[in-house]
């Protein structure tokens, strides 16, 4: 899927077949892509509890959470100002993008589960 990415402007899913997805690669990274956040904090997270709404979170280990957010419905900025209500000091931040292998494995099982 590398390659597809890299060389494709428009790109087609199949499925048995069967088209189940077909537009351009930074489309379909919108419509079913996510990011990942990753934050580590100077202080020991183990017992905070966070209430992070509409988004998806597990603790690394006593200093880091990883957040999984859907751009387009929150925004690196408001999870930011979330994080920034519990006054813990950031040491790092990173940020990952699905990529389109990602995104084909989770249409694939959709479509199989359905």
Known sequence: MEEAEALCDQLAIINHGKII????TKNLKQLFG??????????????????????EYSKIDNH????????????????LKLIAQLKLTIT??????????EIFKMLI???NAA
């Open 109 to 111: 099982k959709k479509q």
């Open 21 to 24: 997805s077909q537009d351009s």
């Open 64 to 79: 880091q959470i990883k957040i999984r957010y859907k751009t387009g419905i929150i925004e690196i900025a408001e999870i």
């Open 34 to 55: 996510y990011r990942d956040l990753q934050i580590s904090f100077a202080e020991d997270i183990k017992d905070i509890k966070f209430t992070l709404p509409k988004l």
């Open 92 to 101: 790092d931040l990173t940020t990952c993008e699905s990529d389109l292998e």
